[in-house]
Every structure is written in structure tokens, then in C-alpha cells.
């Protein structure tokens, strides 16, 4: 499996190649890749919902806790499904939407790496792989939603997507560190299974917080739910996939998978049930402001976002199954309707419902596929959604705390998504016919297959809700979530009960007000300056004053003036050096001397070389004098038998002696510039950071705390790394690690250095980037 | 201004080049037992192209160089090193365990450590040879 996932981000990459293999077909193609790993996730079920769950175990970095393995229960088996079914019918879509479009197979790229991430990200039961995993997320999406980047909206909206969920992603990794910590694992899979209870924990707190705000900007809970409405600057495609049915729903999984362990307390149960149950009012209330078909998807997503939430945070057993039933419904009707939005775009040339109408005769298929998800939205019988919404009143109506609250919530939420479910399913398809940009027909079949399976779903599903082993998945989902074993059966008739009669009370309002949505609209409209206060105002000023603090620090600390730099570097690193080795230990020196005579003069030149190049009036005279005391160096190196050491400070000093040179023609005529006033502060910070460095290398040769691990390497270098040069097997197999970083360090300092140059070219000030950035990447290298 | 083309310069280094590549070669395929190694096999190789660079200008080098873009080859390095580590997952093993396999018929040991050195070759060459290169172009068109 953890071999089909990474095999996925190698097809990404081929998909450029497998376009001119197979044309206009190409998404056929790697539709079949997400269908055969769903096939496989179906061949497993039996399994995992008799045994609860299935552990694949594949080591990546043992001696980190980092780990490939995947966990696969009931919750994972569902969401996994969710993600390869919805995959398959997206790619299929999205062939015939973006048919002749020149970058479709860039878009493919990063739709199936998207997908990829977040099957690994469902999967992962290691702590750290699942954070890879949702930042591949996070970073996919921001690719995707900027797919058009022609358009300055669809960039700004990328960014914002971006900022909000990777700043989330950060308080996640700090979460996701802190529980690691109390629970002393790595893995998920232990730590469910964990004895000790971590609510207990005195970290819960601080590591419930940060796990929350990764989990809200994810799934755009308020406040931060203001990134999803613009991401739909995608193209829809994306929106259906990503910013519906899965990527969003991310963050709820999170909260579904620590439930057992963290959920309950009094904190968790307070800040989830009252989020959710806010974003779930702000996204309904929101969405009925908009005409455009896409927003009105969107705000009406982060309302089911919010319910999802909501439940999570209510926590009964009744919660749980309305959960996972939410959940499974809300990503088919969802899916399907986002594609019709899709498909109305595509043949109308508009996304504003109000300029449609009559279509149904038209495009008769669309029109049944959005009528049956639309009704399955609303919740109306006999459809999946039905099932989903009577169990989420039913769990409110039995919810511990803040009862009143939730019931009112998801009360109005519910006349208002109805509202919102009526406009989508009736409002383009009956009434009068307006004139639109296309000359609409129906969509061709490519377009139509994926939404229609997924309405069929919603309805079959509504029909035998233990269709297909639907009712044991759901069962081993809500088992998984809650933490303790559950039975689920699933119906469409429950009695005559409160919940019943609230839903026929939601439909009758509802329906009124989509009668008279244009004049609720125009009264809404009023409210428009008090909106303009929201969170994405407060988005936009801590972006802004971000920008502005980075301007002043840059204008203070990067003027441009190399002899500054290297002045704040210095004072910083007397400062710290000199704390902690002056002030919280001190100096010790507990050796012999013992000092030959050739030691001396191999001294004596580098001071000499030191000497001369500060005074010297000579710029060519200065680059040979430090020239001099690298190559002391490497003498040193050699009469301490470093060979290679040797070797590398012989070639670097050639190289840089070189790059000096060639910087030396484009600089000014030597002149004074500093008054002797600045030349004495330099000679004192330079004298400083002299003689600290020097006390610290006689402290640490003074003090042996720990046993050098030289030894081991020397042992071992012959036997285990079959190499008898010990620095190149440190380099190549013992620090690989590192090496490969510093690799990576080097390419990018040198694709910075090239891009300044040409970038900067004529002006004067190029050399010294050249320069200065040649130090930084000498050095993590010899390090 | 740098100014290409001194007779004993430009001799120098077109036989220099090639022994100073060979060598290179040589610093890296030994590295593992002897002083060698990837990075200063690519310093190596970096001085050669930057000594013919003295000698005859960017764009007689940019001709040697062919289809190589100096940048490229940072590109390449970072390949081979990331391509190194990945047989160790195939083996069962954890994420960079080194693999060693012989080449029968020349008795070479070939292992993911010399790939992942091949990989810093490829890397520090073009690094180096890429600034140098974009430092003189830039210089050539200045006025």
C-alpha cells in the first residue's frame, strides 16, 4: 500500500509523458490509478471490520519514531474510500471540463499528487509522516487554487488559502510534538491504545490548543473560515474535490482520530460544540447573500464543516453515528453538486444563478443529478442526506451542554441550507429562460458520469442504507471515532419524533424563503458594511503589518552594507557566545602546552597575513594575505594529519581567492570611508569575537564531558562502511543525512547567487551577494 | 576585466583540463579508502572548468560544456543523492542504510555511497562552476 501511495507522486510526475501518450484520454488513464486503490481499500474491508484494525508497518527513520506504517480502521477505510472514489469520478470529470486546456496536464500534476498526499495523510500512523502529509496537502492546494495564475484574484486567493492553512499546519506540528511527548509515542496506533489517559496530562491543555487551530484553518472553522469562499477561484474540478469532499475535512478527521483519547473534557466538548456550531449558522447565513453558484456550494460546505465539528465536540454515541452518516453523505451530495455548479459554468459561460433559468429541457441529466443531490442537502426523504440530517438534529436534541444553543443553531442553519438546496436544484433549471453568455446544451458524457454515480449513491444509499456493507463501514467508522465498540443501524423512518417534525418545519420555511430569496437578498445587502469587518478583514491587517514590520527590519538590518552585516553578526555572536561561556560557565584551561617550533611559524605567518590585511592600502594585496592564512590552514591540517581536511581548505581558498578576484574589477577605487571613530568600534568587536572564540576552543579542549564518539567512527568506519577514510564514510554514510542537507543548502545558495546576478545586473552591489553567500555555503559543508 | 588569452595561460590550461577532470574522477572513485572524496572531487572539476574559464572566456567554455547547463548539474546531484537512499526501503531497511553491491567482472564495489557522492560531485561542480560562470558573463557585458 505505502508503495501504491508513493508510486502515485512518480505518476504525478509522468503525467506530462502519459499526455502525449494518450491525448484527451490521459484522465482515463489515471483515473484507473485512484478506482484500483479503492478496489484494493474495498478487498480490506472485511477484514478491518472484523478485527477493528489493520497495521502495514514500513520503517523510514526508526531511530527519529519516523514511520511509514499505515493504520487502517474503520475511520481511515472510510475517509481513504471517500478520497480514491471521489478521485476516480473528479479525474474523470475533469477531463471533459478542462478538455482543451494547454495546462491540463500541470493541473493533473497536482491533482494527483493532491491525492496521493491525502491518502498518506488519512493512512499515516506516524506522528510526523501524517504531518508531512498534510503539508503536501496544504501545498497541492495552494498549486491547485492558483491553477489560472493569470488571474490576480485566483493568486491572491492561493496565497491566502495557503497562509491561513500552513499557519495552522505550524500550531499543528507544535501539537502534534506536545502529544507525542505526553504520550511518549510516535504512533497513532499506540497511542489509541494507550492505558494512561492523557486528558490527565499536564500538557493536554497547550497541545489540545494547538491541535484545534491546525484542525480549524484546515477545515475552515470560524474564524478562519474565510479562505474557503475565495478558493473557489479554482477551477471547480478542484473545488469539488479538494474544498469539498476531502482536503477540507482534514482537520475533521484529525479531531475524529484523537477523539478517543483527547475528546470529552470539558474543554473539548466547549470550544467544538460552540465553533461548529458557529461556523455552522455563519456559513449558512452567509451563503444565501450570493448569487454565484460556486460561493453559495462553498458557504453552505463550510456550514457542513461546521456540523461536523459540532458533533464531534457533542460526543454521544448518537453524535458518533450522525458523524460518520454527515460525513459520508455531505461528500456525496456535495461532490455531485459542486460538479453541476461545474457543468452550468462550463455550458452557460456564467456562475450567477439569477442569469440562468429554464435549462432543464436543455440539459435534463444535469437537471436530475442537481435535483437529487440538492434534495439529499436538504435532507428531504427518501435520500442519504435525510438519514445524515434527522441523526445530526437527533444528536443536538440529546447534546450534554449548551443544548439550547446548538438546537437553535442547527435549527435556523437548517431552514437556511434548505433555502440554499432549493435555489441550486431549482432556480437554473425552471422558470423563465434567461439569455446567457453560452448557448447552453448538455454536458458531454465524461462530465456527467462522476456526478451522476455520486447521486445515485445519495439516493441508494437514502433507499438500503446497508447497501453494499454501507451500514458495517459506517458501524466500524463511528467505532473507531467514539473509541468504544458501537452498532449502527441506519433507517429511513425513526418514528414520529422531535427531530421529525423540526425537519418538516425547516423544509416549509425553508421554501418560503426561497420564494422570496431576491427581496431577503436586498434586505441582506444592507448588512454589507458591517460585513467588511469580519475575520478576512483582520486576515488582511495582520498580513499588512506582517509586510510593514518586514520592510522596517530589512531598511534597519539588510541596508545593503556588508561591513554592517558582518558587524550585527559578530555583536550577536559575542553576545551569545560570550553569555554563556563567560557568565553561566566559566572559562577553564587545564592543558599542556606543548609546542614545536614549525607550530610557531606556521603561526606566526597567519598572524602576519592577518596583520597585513588590515592594514594594507591594497585591495589585491589584502586578497593574498588572507589568501596566506587559508593556506596556513591547511598546513595546519596536514601537520595534524587531516589529509583531506587539507585538501578542501586548499581548493575552497583557491576558489575563493578566485571568486575575490573576479569581484575585485567591479568594485570602487579604494577609498576611507569610515571616520577612525568607526574603525576603533570594529577593531574592538573584531578583538572581541578574537578572543572569545579563542577562550572557547581552549574550554573545549580543557573539558572532555562525553567520550569522543571518534573512536566509534574509527572502529567501525572499516567493518560496517567497508571505507577506510573516515571523513568521507562520516560524509557519505554515517551523516548522510546531513550531507544530503547540506546538498541541498549548497544548490540553493548557488541558484540564489546566479538568479542576484542576473537579476541585479548592471547594477554595482552584485559582487558582494557573490561573495558573501560563497562563505555560507563553504561552511555547513566542513562543519 | 578579466582578459582571456595569454599564450602560456591558454596552453596551460587546455592541457591541464583534462588531467585535472581525469584526477577528479580519480579524488571521487577512491574516496571511500583514501583522501578524496565528492566534494573536493568537485572543487577539483570546478577548478578545471574555472581555469579554462580564465582562459578562454564563457563562451568557449559554455561550447566545452555542450548541452550542460552548470545549473543543471546541481540538479543532477541532487537526484543521485535523493536516489541513493531509496534502495535501503526496497531492502526492508531503514530510510538511508548504505547498500553494497560487486560488479562481477571488474571486481568494483559499487554502493549508495558512491552514488550519494556522485550526487555532492554533480552538486558542488555546478554550484561552483555555475557562480563563477554567471560572475564573468556578467562582467563581460558590463561596459
Known amino acids: ?783 | 576585466m578579466v582578459k582571456s588569452g595569454t599564450i602560456i595561460l591558454n596552453t596551460a590550461a587546455r592541457l591541464l583540463m583534462p588531467l585535472q577532470l581525469l584526477f577528479s574522477v580519480f579524488l571521487l572513485l577512491r574516496g571511500h579508502d583514501e583522501p578524496g572524496g565528492g566534494f573536493i572531487a568537485g572543487l577539483v572539476a570546478a577548478g578545471a572548468f574555472t581555469l579554462y574559464l580564465f582562459a578562454f572566456g564563457v563562451s568557449a567554455t559554455k561550447e566545452v560544456l555542450r548541452m550542460v547547463d552548470p545549473r543543471d548539474l546541481i540538479g543532477i546531484g541532487l537526484l543521485l543523492g535523493m536516489i541513493s537512499v531509496v534502495p535501503a526501503w526496497f531492502m526492508g531497511q531503514p530510510f538511508l542504510t548504505a547498500q553494497w553491491w560487486t560488479i562481477p567482472v571488474i571486481d568494483f564495489k559499487a554502493s549508495t555511497p558512491l552514488i550519494f557522492d556522485i550526487g555532492v560531485y554533480f552538486a558542488v561542480l555546478g554550484s561552483v562552476t555555475g557562480m563563477v560562470m554567471t560572475l564573468m558573463e556578467v562582467d563581460k557585458d558590463e561596459p
Open chain 1, 1 to 783: 500500500m505505502q508503495l501504491a501511495v508513493l508510486m502515485g507522486f512518480l505518476l504525478a510526475a509522468s503525467s506530462p509523458l502519459l499526455h502525449r501518450w494518450f491525448g484527451h484520454r490521459t484522465s482515463l488513464v489515471l483515473a484507473l490509478f485512484p478506482a484500483g486503490l479503492a478496489a484494493w481499500l474495498l478487498l480490506q474491508a472485511p477484514e478491518i471490520i472484523e478485527n477493528g484494525s489493520l497495521l502495514l508497518e514500513w520503517q523510514w527513520v526508526p531511530s527519529l519514531g519516523i514511520s511509514l506504517t499505515f493504520l487502517l480502521d474503520g475511520l481511515s477505510l472510510l475517509f481513504g474510500l471517500l478520497i480514491t472514489v471521489m478521485g476516480a469520478c473528479v479525474l474523470v470529470y475533469a477531463g471533459g471540463y478542462l478538455k482543451d486546456h494547454p495546462d491540463i496536464a500541470r493541473f493533473h500534476i497536482a491533482l494527483v499528487a493532491f491525492m496521493v498526499s491525502m491518502l498518506g495523510l488519512v493512512l499515516a500512523d506516524g506522528l510526523f509522516t501524517l504531518f508531512i502529509f498534510w503539508e503536501l496537502t496544504s501545498i497541492t492546494s495552494y498549486l491547485l487554487i492558483g491553477f489560472n495564475h493569470a488571474d490576480i484574484e485566483a493568486r491572491k486567493s492561493a496565497r491566502q488559502g495557503l497562509f491561513v492553512t500552513v499557519a495552522g499546519g505550524l500550531a499543528l506540528m507544535a501539537g502534534l510534538v506536545l502529544l507525542g511527548i505526553a504520550s511518549d509515542s510516535w504512533s497513532l496506533a499506540e497511542i489509541l491504545s494507550q492505558e494512561a489517559d492523557l486528558r490527565e496530562h499536564a500538557l493536554y491543555t497547550p497541545m489540545l490548543i494547538c491541535l484545534l487551530l491546525g484542525a480549524f484553518t484546515k477545515s475552515a472553522q470560524f474564524p478562519f473560515h474565510f479562505w474557503l469562499p475565495n478558493a473557489m477561484a479554482a477551477p471547480t474540478p478542484v473545488s469539488a474535490y479538494l474544498h469539498s469532499a476531502t482536503m477540507v475535512k482534514a482537520g475533521i478527521y484529525l479531531l475524529a482520530r484523537l477523539h478517543p483519547e483527547l475528546g470529552g473534557t470539558a474543554m473539548w466538548v466547549g470550544i467544538l460544540s460552540v465553533v461548529g456550531a458557529t461556523t455552522m449558522l455563519t456559513g449558512a447565513f452567509l451563503a444565501i447573500h450570493h448569487t454565484n453558484i460556486k460561493k453559495l456550494l462553498a458557504y453552505s460546505t463550510i456550514m457542513a464543516l461546521g456540523t461536523l465539528t459540532m458533533l464531534l465536540g457533542i460526543g454521544t454515541e448518537y453524535a458518533m453515528t450522525a458523524f460518520v452518516t454527515f460525513l459520508l453523505a455531505h461528500s456525496l451530495y456535495k461532490g455531485a453538486l459542486f460538479m453541476v455548479a461545474g457543468i452550468l459554468d462550463h455550458e452557460t459561460g456564467t456562475k450567477d444563478v439569477t442569469q440562468m433559468g429554464g435549462l432543464r429541457s436543455l440539459m435534463p441529466v444535469t437537471a436530475m443529478i442537481a435535483l437529487v443531490a440538492a434534495l439529499s442537502l436538504a435532507g428531504v426523504p427518501p435520500l442519504f442526506g435525510f438519514i445524515g440530517k434527522e441523526l445530526m438534529l437527533e444528536s443536538v436534541l440529546g447534546a450534554g451542554s449548551f443544548r439550547m444553543l446548538l438546537v437553535l443553531f442547527a435549527f435556523v442553519a437548517s431552514i437556511l441550507t434548505i433555502a440554499v438546496a432549493f435555489i441550486i436544484a431549482l432556480r437554473p433549471f425552471y422558470g423563465k429562460r434567461h439569455h446567457t453568455p453560452l448557448e447552453p446544451h448538455e454536458a458531454p458524457l465524461s462530465m456527467l458520469v462522476g456526478p451522476a454515480l455520486l447521486a445515485v449513491g445519495s439516493l441508494l444509499l437514502g433507499l438500503m442504507p446497508a447497501l453494499l456493507g454501507a451500514n458495517a463501514l459506517l458501524t466500524s467508522a463511528a467505532t473507531s471515532v467514539s473509541g468504544e465498540t458501537m452498532e449502527v443501524t441506519l433507517s429511513l423512518w425513526y418514528g414520529i419524533n422531535v427531530a421529525l417534525i423540526m425537519s418538516i418545519i425547516s423544509l416549509g420555511v425553508g421554501f418560503l424563503l426561497f420564494k422570496r430569496w431576491d427581496s431577503v437578498r436586498a434586505k441582506l445587502s444592507l448588512l454589507a458594511p458591517i460585513m467588511r469587518h469580519g475575520p478576512e478583514a483582520g486576515y488582511e491587517s495582520m498580513m499588512n503589518g506582517i509586510v510593514q514590520f518586514s520592510e522596517w527590519q530589512t531598511r534597519l538590518l539588510q541596508n545593503g552594507y556588508m561591513r554592517n552585516y558582518i558587524l550585527v553578526m559578530l555583536i550577536t555572536l559575542i553576545a551569545l557566545i560570550g553569555n554563556s561561556i563567560l557568565l553561566r560557565h566559566s572559562p577553564i584551561f587545564a592543558f599542556d602546552l606543548d609546542v614545536r617550533f614549525h607550530e610557531v611559524v606556521v603561526a606566526g605567518t597567519m598572524a602576519m597575513g592577518a596583520l597585513f590585511a588590515t592594514t594594507t592600502r591594497s585591495r589585491l594585496g589584502a586578497v593574498v594575505s588572507v589568501g596566506v592564512m587559508g593556506f596556513s590552514i591547511a598546513l595546519i591540517f596536514i601537520l595534524f594529519s587531516a589529509p583531506d581536511l587539507a585538501i578542501t581548505q586548499l581548493l575552497v581558498e583557491t576558489l575563493t581567492v578566485i571568486l575575490l578576484v573576479l569581484v575585485l574589477f567591479r568594485l570602487p577605487r579604494f577609498s576611507n570611508l569610515s571616520t577612525s571613530l568607526e574603525r576603533i568600534r570594529d577593531g574592538v568587536v573584531a578583538a572581541m569575537m578574537g578572543i572569545l572564540i579563542c577562550l572557547l576552543i581552549m574550554t573545549a579542549w580543557s573539558i572532555q564531558q562525553f567520550e569522543p564518539i571518534s573512536t566509534y567512527m574509527i572502529e567501525n568506519s572499516a567493518p560496517l562502511a567497508y571505507g577506510r577514510n573516515i571523513v568521507n564514510v562520516i560524509l557519505v554514510d554515517y551523516r548522510a543525512l546531513d550531507t544530503l542537507g547540506e546538498m541541498f543548502v549548497l544548490a540553493l545558495a548557488a541558484i540564489g547567487v546566479i538568479a542576484m546576478l542576473k537579476l541585479r545586473h548592471g547594477e554595482n552591489s552584485n559582487g558582494k551577494s557573490g561573495e558573501s553567500s560563497k562563505v555560507t555555503t563553504k561552511e555547513p559543508y566542513d562543519g
